[in-house]
Every structure is written in structure tokens, then in C-alpha cells.
């Protein structure tokens, strides 16, 4: 499988021509503040492995009703520039 690192992502929109590419992912924010159940929307295949490592390798506030955190899914907009 061809996969590229974060280093590389940037790369990819200058090779399309454009100022930056979107990557769309709907995930669920757990009420523990993780990611998981990311499903790719719009994309580039080579950025997603990257994109994915960095939405998961981060720490989010969830969403809170009746003062308790809930899981809430989630729909992310990724701009890869050049």
C-alpha cells in the first residue's frame, strides 16, 4: 500500500496544481475525547493513511449535554496546502 507521512502531504497539492487539496471525513468524537470511525467522504487515497494518523493522534473536547460528554459524530474539512 502506497501511504505517505505528514512530511509529504504538503507535496500533493502542488502536484495538482492547486493552492491546497480538502480531505472530508465524518468521524464520531467519543465522550472520551478520541476519534475513531472515520469514514472518508472526499479524498485523495495517498493523504488519507496521513490525515487519518493526524486526526487520531490528537485530543478533542466532547461535546457535552446535560453537563455529561457525549459521543457526536463529527464531519472534518482537512486543507492540505502547498
Known amino acids: 500500500m502506497n501511504q505517505m507521512t505528514r512530511q509529504q502531504a504538503p507535496g ?6 492547486r493552492a ?3 480531505q472530508h471525513l465524518r468521524c464520531v468524537i467519543t465522550a472520551a475525547g478520541t476519534v475513531e470511525g472515520c469514514e ?5 487515497p495517498l493523504a488519507d493513511a496521513a ?3 493526524a486526526l487520531r493522534g ?8 446535560a453537563g455529561r460528554a ?3 459524530r463529527h464531519l472534518f474539512t482537512i486543507k492540505i496546502k502547498r
Not at 12 to 17: E, F, N, P, S, V
Not at 40 to 44: A, E, H, R
Open 12 to 17: 500533493l497539492a502542488r502536484q495538482h496544481g
Open 20 to 22: 491546497f487539496v480538502a
Open 40 to 44: 472518508v467522504l472526499k479524498g485523495l
Open 51 to 53: 490525515v487519518l494518523a
Open 58 to 65: 490528537r485530543q478533542y473536547r466532547p461535546a457535552q449535554v
Open 70 to 72: 457525549v459521543s457526536v
